[in-house]
């Protein structure tokens, strides 16, 4: 799912404010995974996770490439 980054952007422009900087992680299925990964945790084991739980595509080869959001 598209996060509503675009419109929110439009709007803080639209009510004046500057924007510097963006810096965002703007996948769900990354995000979980980098919050899930940690020592002593399989990288494969969170990504199964991940698409067990629904945050990945069902070949979560593209989420992890970035390529839905770029």
Do not use: M, W
């Not at 990504?47 to 945050?55: P, T």
């Amino acid at each position: 799912a598209g996060l509503p980054i675009i419109d929110t952007l439009n709007n803080l422009i639209a009510s004046g404010d500057q924007i510097i900087k963006i810096q965002a992680v703007l996948s769900g299925s990354l995000n979980f995974v980098f919050n899930n990964f940690k020592k002593g945790v399989k990288f494969h084991d969170v990504v199964l996770e991940a698409q067990q739980q629904g945050y990945t595509e069902p070949d979560p080869k593209i989420d992890l490439s970035g390529i839905d959001v770029a």
